[in-house]
């Protein structure tokens, strides 16, 4: 049952594009690839409402205006969310962060950091911000507000994630060429240990505690459980092919692990260290090995979980109560990480391939913005805009 | 016969590493899940570019890179791998040498093979390989696919099929379908040649005329410039392939053609399992380790090698068992599934024990693309678009 390649649709397309480019709408000013896909127009639920504003714009807005008056108004107002943040994205080829002010998403900034930037965390108060420079061997900690470099932690060789204790000063940091969990202290700039894990370790958390501290091995495929108090590894949780992220719930009694080659997501006990519940996707239209979740936000209110499929283009939604994939929404190509605003209204996605962020409506689950930033976005942290309220 | 023995224990890892703080492992539980790698060497041709010489560990060292990182993992879950190799000199008997490691440490029941079709069948063929699972990182035939597939031998590296499947697809998603083929002399050219005309009628591409160069007697260096020219002369097409699995003359003939055509194949734009190019899906990290183990780049074979060791190593460490029969088991299981850094699960076709895999389109500056091409579909996996897909495979030996 082989197909040749189905000829290059989109040709002449530069008309349509040119008529609606400049809408306030995800995806405006270019044709989304997804268009191309039949179930674009076939699929059920958030996924068709924005897939059809993406494809098929100029129609669909003509349709909702006629239908709604003002509804289709008052969705796009709906995009200004009522306290303004700044959302900061590694830009992992153009060795940048962009800035995105919340209140218009527009790029206000972008500034230089060191070679592939990836993770990337803010301190609790929202003034020092950790970049992960995963091919300067270092962990940066730049001052967010001029972009200036303060200091470079010892980081081991190769950072690509890491978590920030409840503490506020110790770093856990994942050492992905090396196999090892590199621990430093933020304030003394030195390295209180070096543990061993398996073979590239990516993912990293700390429990909402600060007594447990986790991290993923890709190639060994398991959650590496590590005391905090002792600085040891004191066991591991096998799950499937290539762990990339992990993430406790607010309330510290799960961990939730994406694994990009199995395709699903475990849901860790974190009590037993057993996993309690596999959670897998499927995607009318899209092959299942394209499904590759990597990055995972949960809601504080423990509701939701959101999860980056990476090359399908689609952030599931979850509810984290019933283990149930209630939607899953389309953004831009090969996405890798999500991050909550502080009033966790907004989801923002980083889209590798298309070099954008797309922003999702959280109480209405649908993409409201795509933003343009640097060549492949990888990570992104939000704090509250300086002078707005405290955010986490 | 030159017989070397690398390291076995799971402490070997660890011991490389400057400082760690102390970690609760589990005991080992059980012996050595014991592997053997076997090759029979293979006589070259003399380098005529002042190529790098042919890497006298290919493959080999790809499966201690694969033992390594068992043993990284497996420590996790209480069991340690080992890894004896021996190789053969051109012309000696592999036979007695598979004999002496199937009867030599830990008693292997995982042998990975890096020799030529014949010999893989030789010894699947052997009453010893009656309990024993053969990894084959060196035979590209499809026959052994086909009709002279056999039920314990696995194929890691991709068959020509695969190959030259994944190439087509890239002419047909390029438009560049008109092909004219140059061939070689040897048989495995012959063989490439036939795989490339399967793959041009699969895909709905045409060859438009085809040659053959034999570079035997004649010094390219000097007469490159006009013997190509002629050999290269026909209708009009869009591509130059050519089949010369030895590299005798194919390197020679990019940018020596007749009319300014890409030249694709064997060397030029090939279709291959790894590649020093390979980036994505963090190949790189296993590139960086292949590198500081080996001082040199990974090539399709190294990477077999390490697959071959690494999937048994995942069975292994699923299984939570050093036990041979039932990791055997579960490697000939389609469910069983296992990551190759090339972005998706991999795992064994049921039907005829091939690794079904993506496959790179490169040359020795870039990776072009990754077969399967977008628009190449297949009902259960666009994976099984390359190479002999289940009712194509004559074989039965599966019991499919």
Redesign the interface.
């Known amino acids: 049952?082989?197909?040749?390649?189905?000829h290059r649709r989109g040709r002449g397309r530069g008309r349509e594009e040119a008529a609606f480019s400049g809408e306030a709408l995800p995806g405006a000013g270019r044709l989304p690839r997804y268009c191309e896909r039949s179930e674009a127009i076939q699929g059920g639920g958030p996924l068709s409402d924005v897939a059809l504003l993406d494809c098929f714009a100029p129609l669909a807005l003509t349709v909702k205006r006629l239908m709604a008056g003002g509804a289709a108004m008052a969705l796009l107002l709906g995009a200004l969310p009522a306290t303004a943040a700044e959302i900061y994205v590694t830009n992992e080829r153009d060795n940048t962060i962009s800035v995105i002010d919340s209140a218009t998403y527009a790029v206000t900034r972008t500034f230089p950091v060191g070679r592939r930037p990836r993770g990337v965390v803010f301190s609790k108060d929202g003034k020092r911000l950790f970049v992960c420079a995963s091919d300067s061997d270092s962990v940066q900690v730049i001052d967010p507000d001029s972009g200036k470099l303060l200091a470079d932690l010892p980081s081991g060789e190769d950072p690509e994630q890491f978590a920030l204790s409840p503490d506020g000063r110790t770093l856990f940091i994942a050492n992905?060429?090396?196999?090892?969990t590199t621990v430093v202290d933020v304030d003394t700039k030195s390295v209180k240990?070096?543990?061993?894990v398996?073979?590239?370790p990516e993912g990293m958390a700390v429990s909402p505690d600060g007594r447990t501290a986790v991290t993923t091995?890709?190639?060994?495929?398991?959650v590496?459980w590590i005391d905090v108090a002792?600085?040891?590894?004191?066991?591991?949780t096998?799950v499937d092919?290539?762990p990339r992220h992990a993430e406790f719930a607010r309330d510290g009694k799960t961990l939730w692990v994406s694994s990009e080659?199995?395709?699903s997501v475990a849901v860790i006990d974190v009590a037993t260290r057993k996993v309690v519940r596999t959670i897998r996707f499927e995607i009318k239209g899209v092959?299942s090995?394209r499904i590759?979740p990597v990055g995972i936000s949960l809601t504080d209110d423990g509701r939701l979980a959101f999860v980056a499929l990476g090359?399908s283009d689609r952030v599931a939604v979850v509810d984290a109560k019933t283990f149930q994939v209630s939607a899953y929404i389309l953004v831009g190509r090969r996405v890798w990480h999500t991050a909550l605003t502080p009033e966790q209204d907004r989801l923002v996605t980083t889209n590798g391939v298309s070099g954008d962020v797309t922003v999702i409506d959280v109480p209405a689950l649908r993409a409201i913005k795509t933003v343009k930033v640097g060549r492949f976005p990888w990570g992104a942290a939000i704090r509250p805009a300086p002078g707005g309220a405290a955010g986490k | 016969m030159r017989r070397g023995v690398v390291a076995l224990a799971g402490g070997l890892v660890a011991c490389l590493l400057p400082f760690f703080a102390a970690s609760a492992m589990p005991a080992l539980t059980a012996d050595p899940v014991a592997v053997a790698y076997l090759e029979r060497r293979i006589e070259r041709p003399n380098p005529l570019n002042n190529e790098d010489p042919f890497p006298a560990d290919e493959g080999l060292k790809g499966a201690e890179l694969g033992l390594r990182d068992s043993n990284s993992t497996g420590r996790f879950v209480g069991l340690s791998f080992g890894l004896t190799s021996t190789v053969v000199e051109p012309g000696a008997d592999i036979r007695a040498a598979f004999a002496g490691l199937l009867a030599g440490a830990g008693h292997p029941r995982f042998v990975v093979i890096n020799a030529p079709a014949a010999d893989l069948l030789t010894l699947a063929d052997a009453p010893e390989a009656k309990d024993v699972i053969l990894l084959n990182i060196g035979a590209t035939d499809t026959s052994l696919r086909d009709v002279d597939c056999r039920g314990r031998v696995l194929h890691v590296i991709p068959s020509r099929a695969m190959l030259t499947d994944a190439l087509v697809q890239l002419l047909v998603f390029k438009r560049w379908t008109r092909i004219l083929l140059v061939a070689g002399p040897d048989s495995g050219d012959g063989l490439y040649a036939e795989s490339l005309r399967r793959s041009a009628r699969k895909f709905g591409a045409r060859i438009v005329a085809e040659t053959k160069f034999d570079a035997r007697g004649a010094d390219l260096r000097d007469s490159a410039l006009r013997e190509f020219a002629l050999a290269t002369r026909g209708p009009d097409h869009d591509v130059v392939a050519v089949a010369d699995e030895a590299g005798e003359f194919g390197t020679n003939l990019v940018y020596n053609t007749e009319a300014p055509r890409p030249v694709v194949g064997t060397q030029g734009l090939s279709p291959a399992a790894w590649g020093r190019p390979v980036e994505a899906w963090a190949a790189a990290q296993l590139q960086q380790r292949f590198r500081k183990l080996a001082g040199r780049a990974m090539d399709p074979v190294d990477w077999a090698g390490w697959m071959a060791v690494h999937a048994v190593g995942e069975a292994a460490v699923k299984l939570k068992s050093a036990d041979p029969a039932a990791i055997a088991k579960l490697m000939l299981d389609p469910a069983f599934e296992v990551g190759g850094f090339k972005g998706r699960a991999l795992s064994f076709r049921p039907w005829n024990g091939q690794l079904r895999q993506p496959l790179y389109l490169l040359w020795p500056g870039a990776v072009v693309g990754m077969a399967p091409v977008e628009g190449f579909l297949h009902r259960s996996t666009e994976l099984d678009t390359l190479g002999l897909d289940r009712p194509e495979s004559a074989c039965k030996a599966f019991g499919g």
């Open positions: 049952m082989i197909r040749p390649p189905p992905e060429n090396n196999a090892t240990a070096q543990i061993d398996g073979i590239e091995s890709e190639t060994t495929n398991m590496h002792t600085l040891a590894a004191v066991d591991a096998p092919q290539r080659i199995g395709g092959a090995d590759q090359p």
